[in-house]
């Protein structure tokens, strides 16, 4: 089966989310904002087996998932529900198609995800985003989006690649995004593809308080031919590998991951870290890869 995050199975259930409108984390000092791991770090287990993974995932200590797709069990949200709650896994959001939030498919995906306890629906992409017809309609849909769910606890949000951060004019598409939507819109900020495209990921936490209520800690390495602007944004990350040759492992790449997550304990109001794996080093099965990134996260932030 082969799965992206833009393909989402078929969605069911309600139960009411009243206790969680409005609701947002204000960490006591020393906490950790916890930490979810995408499920798409793991797709070839999950389409084989999906309760094992989530198994295996909550073996590790990940306290959350982040879905993209529900492989058996799209249409049964009160058994993954409970399936969930049996692995003590919560929810930290899921990625999503515009069209689910659209319509009459709309109705469905809130049910679905009241269900599941997943306050926080997310696109990990839209051509619209950067079509300079098109832009600012997709960003006035979601701040009505915004509208309708706030008083269900819930949120919508879009996800950066590096495609996001082209230029109309003199800015790019994902500022553009910032500034024509509401507080109420995430900005899920991958901080490994906002480095790719040559941004640095904390500047960009920063620039745009309580808006990274989750985050995407993507491994990723700036290659040695990298531009100025990547290397410059990397600078702080070189810092911990010192020496030693980058890997796609967190903590061991070219991000500066202290100072993304500092910036989203003092200013990102960010609510989930979401750990996701897409690239595999040592050609090692993703699952031992997405282990290991968590543990150098983990040392991390010691």
Known sequence: M???????????????????????VRLAPGRRIPIAVQLYSVRRDCAQNFDAALQQVAAMGFVGVEFAGYYGYANKAAALAARLKALNLKVAGTHLRMPDLRGDALKATIDFHKTIGCRFLLVPGDAA???PEKSKALADEFNKLAQT????????????????FKKDGEK????????????????????????????????????YPGRTRTA???PTVVPAGATAARAAGAAAGAAHTAGAPKRAILGQDSVDWKGVYA????????????????TY?????????????????LALLK
């Open 129 to 131: 985003f950067t079509d």
């Open 216 to 218: 995407h800690f993507k």
């Open 172 to 207: 790019t598409y994902w500022d553009l995004f910032a500034e024509r939507t509401t507080k109420d819109v995430i900005l899920q900020q991958d901080c490994g593809w906002t480095l790719a495209a040559g941004f640095d990921p904390v500047a960009y936490v920063r620039k």
């Open 281 to 297: 080093p040592d050609n090692k099965p993703p699952m031992d890869c997405t282990r290991e990134s968590l543990a150098g996260l």
């Open 2 to 24: 082969n799965l992206t995050r833009r393909t989402v199975l078929g969605m069911a259930g309600s139960v009411p989310l009243a206790l969680w409108a409005g609701c947002r």
């Open 263 to 278: 910036a989203c304990r003092e200013v990102g109001g960010t609510e989930w870290i979401v750990v996701e794996q897409e």
């Open 149 to 164: 769910l706030k008083p269900l606890g819930m949120a919508c949000g879009f996800h950066n690649h590096t495609g996001e």
